[in-house]
């Protein structure tokens, strides 16, 4: 691991700053992570008797910023895949992040831990990645594939895997772009997953799609309506979608209806930022600093 961006040592079993008790020795203040003693004048942290001397509570803070860059980073390289793949596939619009903050409005139901929103988020942004695999004569085409030519599109989820899990920190949502065409019932590709099988991302997410895919444009036809598509939405709970999302869905149909008139996303993607900004690290550390 880069030296930037190793996390401040601290001592076996001890937790962040100021979340482990301080000791005392002689009547001299300790900082909870280094044990070094608080020298007089010198500026800590603390609430009670949770002790952070200042060089470990700036190192912890060093180590959050350059980990929220990192998370800008990999969101936009996300990002830039995903239109990468829209623009090769003709989409007008920004149709993978708008199915993907779609997604989060049904994900938000089922898990509230940020790391697996943001995996179900990239996974569903990233959903066709594994189309770059595919000649332009197929994936352009527009009147009907042929047998062959459906085999050929048919490899895209396995096309997807095999690209996003070599990232290491996109593996959970690599498993949601090769599920993203199962259905509930096991009659879906590349594995005929069904049910509780099929990963929890990928099943959210294919409510979605069909949503949008449904209610867009295309070369070949016009887009159906909003209550057409939930219609049909609906007659699939069980069996290509899983019933309890489908719930879900007709829960959220103001919020989602809304999204997709206005063909973007409004939900918060505050999931994706796990850290606070340098300035705000600022204020806090002015907040909380005392002098002994």
């Not at 020795?25 to 909870?32: E, H, I, K, P, V």
């Not at 259905?183 to 990963?199: E, T, W």
């Not at 990928?202 to 949008?212: E, K």
Request: hydrophobic share 35%; glycine share 10%.
């Amino acid at each position: 691991m880069p030296e930037e961006t190793r996390k401040p040592h601290t001592k076996a079993g001890a937790a962040e700053p100021c979340s482990v008790a301080g000791g005392q020795t002689g009547g001299d203040l300790l900082c909870s992570l280094c044990g070094c003693p608080l020298e007089k004048g010198a500026g800590f942290t603390g609430s009670g008797k949770q002790y952070c001397c200042e060089g470990c509570y700036l190192g912890d803070k060093k180590y959050h910023y350059l980990k929220a860059e990192l998370d800008n980073a990999y969101l936009a390289f996300a990002e830039a895949l995903a239109k990468a793949v829209d623009i090769r596939e003709h989409e007008t619009g920004l149709h993978s992040k708008r199915v993907a903050c779609h997604t989060m409005v049904l994900a938000k139901h089922f898990t509230d831990e940020k790391e697996k929103l943001r995996q179900i988020y990239w996974g569903s942004l990233l959903h066709d990645i594994g189309k770059i695999g595919i000649s332009d004569k197929i994936l352009l085409k527009k009147g009907s594939l042929t047998k062959k030519e459906w085999a050929e599109m048919e490899g895209h989820p396995e096309r997807g895997f095999s690209i996003l899990s070599t990232i290491p920190f996109m593996r959970s949502a690599a498993d949601i772009v090769l599920s993203h065409e199962e259905h509930y019932d096991g009659s879906g590709y590349p594995n005929n997953l069904k049910g509780d099988d099929i990963p929890l991302g990928a099943r959210i997410f294919s409510i979605i799609d069909t949503l949008d895919a449904m209610i867009s444009d295309r070369s070949y036809r016009r887009g159906v309506s909003f209550d057409d598509s939930k219609n049909e939405i609906i007659q699939m709970g069980g069996s290509q979608f899983d019933p309890e999302v489908v719930e879900i869905f007709i829960l959220e149909e103001v919020v989602l209806r809304e999204m997709t008139d206005s063909k973007c996303g409004i939900v918060s993607l505050d999931f994706l930022h796990t850290h606070k900004t340098l300035e705000e690290d600022k204020c806090s550390m002015k907040s909380k600093t005392r002098r002994l």
